[in-house]
């Protein structure tokens, strides 16, 4: 999927879910701009009227809705083409399903900095690591061993930049 959006509020967090959902129940990846605008527009990820307290120049803060819509879990790479995978945004809370023979690919699923929700597997799997990335997200990979198994993050309060 490419560019997308919504001017941010509570309709276009509305539109920017839903267009989110539509794309996870088609396992389409997308891409989405976090610049940062100086001018009176409304569509950037930051918000201009809250000033960003780095020292870095800056248009604001993050917008918390934009950041908790757009933090998402998803796999990354998986051999299992028909796997069902769901991401709550309220909650932090992540499913994958997915089937698997010994030998195949490793399921891997990014978990952005935002979700701290403990990780767990069931099934048909032989292994499962968690990495922890330099920019403080989690990378899960998974191997199977043969049959169904599935990758839970638990249900957590997401630990959103926003503004301070």
Not at 12 to 38: C, D, P, Y
Not at 105 to 116: F, G, K, L, S
């Amino acid at each position: 999927m490419s560019e997308f959006g919504f001017p941010p509020g509570d309709v276009g967090a509305h539109v920017i879910g839903s267009q989110l959902l539509e794309m996870e129940r088609h396992r389409v990846g997308f891409a989405f701009w976090t610049w940062k605008e100086n001018g009176g527009g409304n569509w950037s990820m930051f918000d201009g009227a809250k000033p960003n307290l780095s020292p870095e120049p800056s248009s604001g803060c993050l917008k918390v809705a934009l950041e908790r819509l757009l933090a998402r879990v998803y796999p990354l790479t998986s051999a299992d083409f028909n796997l069902t995978y769901g991401y709550n945004t309220d909650t932090g809370a992540f499913e994958l399903h997915a089937q698997g023979r010994s030998g195949d690919a490793p399921t891997q699923v990014y978990i952005p900095r935002e979700v701290i929700g403990k990780v767990t597997s069931s099934g048909g799997l032989t292994n499962e690591t968690v990495d922890s990335l330099a920019d403080g997200s989690r990378l899960v990979t998974a191997s199977p061993s043969g049959g169904s198994f599935s990758i839970t993050v638990a249900a957590a309060p997401l630990a959103l930049t926003g503004c301070p």
